[in-house]
């Protein structure tokens, strides 16, 4: 009988997820400190964030925290 590594079915956590977890668990954290907890280069860590806010964009998109009207009189009497 063979012998079964621990780690063949072990998934490193993406770069994604540890910046969540670290936002998660620090709201209002900068930039730099997620540099430097994260041990990432400026590139990966631009490339990652503008990657979460777009998935965070789009995710209203497809469920608006309102319909227009409903929008339109939460706003009412303000100009803008």
């Known amino acids: 009988m063979g012998a079964t590594c621990l780690w063949a ?3 490193a ?9 670290y936002i998660d668990n620090v709201p209002g ?3 730099r400190e997620l540099l430097r907890l994260g041990d990432l280069t400026n590139g990966t860590l ?3 964030v503008r990657s979460i ?6 995710a209203t ?3 608006p925290p309102c319909r227009v009207n409903e929008c339109k009189l939460l706003t009412k009497g303000f100009n803008y």
């Open 29 to 31: 954290i900068r930039y």
């Open 53 to 58: 806010e777009l998935d965070m964009y789009e």
């Open 9 to 11: 079915s072990y998934e």
């Open 46 to 48: 631009e490339y990652t």
């Open 13 to 21: 956590p993406s770069t994604k997820d540890i910046i969540l977890k």
């Open 61 to 63: 998109l497809q469920n």
